[in-house]
């Protein structure tokens, strides 16, 4: 479904405004679109007539567009800065190795996912791109149970380079202790090392729980892929800071901000979000219930620039 909300954002008629990720419907075929064919996306991806897709399909692809725009801004500046290795975590469909080969020469970009994700993404990239990088590492993990650096270690990973990891689109899927043990393993790496990962609250899974009909819920927990984990609210920089790790940047991925920076073309029209009424509308129980969400501050998805603080 990530896979093919970039796919769909990287359709937009202008150029400018796409999602850069012009590799991602290479990976998604009929098989692909089959997994996920309860979800509007799929029908959209299908549709060559290029008809307004229906808010959840228009919907995912707007939060894959800054997603991926926002990380790739931070993963190239990384590279830019000095960072030698790349670590990818829960990489799925991810094609940066592929369409960032030419700045990724001489640094190692290691992509870290669970055995059978990768497997079919590495059968779908090798059938559809072509050959994978040199410099292109993959290592096989389970977050909940495995240790990151041991199985970097044992690929390769050099605990002295300065290294960019990512963690797009995972720590909600993963239990707690889970989540806790891969940011305490980061913030023990090289200080000035950097990481982009993205985090929901705890209200947000509150409200889905107790609305599933609205947002990702209705499709997640069919699927057996749950939200699982959110941050306590209100208190996310405190939550990175006692793990060991420096917030540079939190970045609500509906804000206006999140809006103006990168679904705003030049002319002042906004790409790819979906007619007012064309959204569903919530019951007044649900609308409340936002409200007091809103109020605690808690932005429904959020992406996070951490770095590892250089030791004084």
Not at 11 to 19: K, L, T, V
Not at 83 to 88: G, K, N, P, T
Not at 194 to 208: E, G, H, I, N, S
Not at 292 to 310: C, D, H, I, N, R
């Amino acid at each position: 479904m990530v896979a093919a909300g970039r796919a769909l954002g990287a359709r937009y008629h202008d150029p400018a405004m796409r999602n850069p990720d012009m590799l991602a419907e290479k990976l998604i075929g009929p098989a692909e679109i089959a997994l996920i064919q309860e979800h509007p996306i799929a029908r959209a991806l299908e549709d060559k007539s290029g008809a307004t897709p229906a808010y959840e399909a228009a919907g995912t692809a707007v939060m894959m567009l800054i997603r991926t725009k926002f990380i790739d801004e931070k993963f190239q500046r990384a590279v830019a800065n000095g960072a030698r290795q790349a670590v990818i975590l829960g990489a799925g469909f991810d094609t940066r190795a592929y369409r960032f080969a030419d700045i990724l020469k001489g640094v190692k970009v290691f992509e870290v996912d669970s055995f059978a994700t990768q497997q079919y993404k590495r059968r779908r990239a090798e059938t559809e791109i072509g050959t994978p990088p040199a410099n292109l590492t993959y290592v096989s993990i389970d977050f909940n149970h495995d240790k990151l650096a041991d199985v970097l270690t044992r690929a390769g990973w050099d605990p002295a380079a300065r290294t960019f990891f990512t963690w797009e689109g995972v720590s909600m899927y993963v239990a707690e202790n889970g989540v806790r043990e891969t940011l305490r393993t980061i913030a023990n790496t090289a200080p000035g090392n950097t990481l982009v990962m993205d985090y929901t609250t705890q209200a947000v899974l509150d409200f889905m729980k107790q609305f599933p009909q609205f947002g990702p819920s209705k499709f997640l927990d069919a699927w057996g892929e749950p939200w699982i984990f959110g941050l306590p609210d209100g208190k996310e920089r405190e939550f990175f800071t006692e793990l060991g790790l420096e917030p540079v940047e939190l970045f609500s991925i509906f804000s206006p901000d999140a809006i103006k920076r990168y679904l705003t073309a030049p002319d002042g029209t906004i790409v790819g979000m979906p007619p007012p009424d064309a959204r569903p509308k919530l019951p007044e129980e649900a609308q409340s219930a936002a409200a007091v969400m809103s109020q605690k501050g808690s932005s429904f998805y959020t992406l996070a620039e951490l770095a590892v603080p250089e030791h004084s």
